[in-house]
């Protein structure tokens, strides 16, 4: 079935270092994407959501970038802090979208 | 308050009980949103409401598992006959409107069947 998964379970960086979480989906026709931030024992949170009709959008310290080409997304975190450790997933529109398990980021301080 | 109440947030139970899971959405969303998610994984869909209807509840597993919404704010998950496999976070959302794109989510509750 469609599907979107994360390339890494885990990511750890340096405190101040950049972070890059990578996500893959498989429908062509997907047109919208978000990424939410996982904390322990906390539900999904919205971080920052792109239209297929983009290639990149910025938010604080945080830039999604979108290649349809090769239907892979990005999550790039400028300055990782260690408030940013959490699992990160990437989704489809809200609703039956599969979510992936999910990339685990730990920044060290 | 101003974000998705789940209660109770941890709930332990014996295997072949009852247990029913609230979801309070955010005021005014008319879409509520059911996942489950296991240890280690993403979350996953099991039922999608809009007012008081279920619009998609091709995610329940089997017939154990139940929601309502009868006034279409507060939903009720309910799992009857529970088995170990159930052990899982149970996610609840709300957005605003049919066809929103993105939802806001509770804290989950932690299921526990032992």
């Known amino acids: 079935g469609e599907s979107v998964g994360l390339h890494l379970p885990t990511l750890s960086v340096q405190e101040g270092d950049n972070s890059i979480i990578n996500c893959a989906y498989s429908n062509s026709a997907s047109d919208y994407f978000i990424w939410y931030k996982q904390e322990s024992g906390k539900g999904p949170q919205f971080i920052i959501d792109i239209r297929s009709n983009m290639d990149k959008r910025q938010g604080q310290r945080v830039t999604v970038l979108l290649n349809k080409t090769v239907k892979h997304l990005s999550l790039q975190i400028a300055a990782t802090q260690p408030g940013d450790s959490a699992v990160y997933f990437c989704?489809?529109?809200?609703?039956?979208?599969?979510f992936g398990d999910g990339t685990t980021l730990t920044v060290k301080p | 308050g101003a974000g998705v109440s789940q209660t109770p947030s941890n709930k332990v139970t014996e295997k072949g009980k009852y247990v029913e899971l609230r979801c309070d959405p955010i005021?005014?969303?008319?879409?509520l949103y059911w996942y489950r998610q296991s240890l280690g994984q993403g979350p996953e869909f099991l039922i999608y409401?809009?007012?008081?209807?279920?619009?998609?509840d091709s995610g329940l597993p089997n017939d154990r598992f139940f929601a309502v919404r009868p006034e279409g704010s507060v939903s009720t998950l309910k799992i009857q006959r529970t088995e170990r496999g159930d052990s899982a976070v149970y996610l609840c959302?709300?957005?605003?409107?049919?066809?929103?794109?993105?939802?806001?989510f509770g804290q989950g509750t932690r299921l526990t069947v032992v």
């Open positions: 409401f809009q007012g008081t209807g279920a619009a998609d």
């Open positions: 989704a489809e529109k809200i609703g039956k979208s599969t």
């Open positions: 005021s005014g969303h008319t879409a």
């Open positions: 959302a709300s957005s605003p409107r049919q066809g929103a794109l993105t939802a806001f």
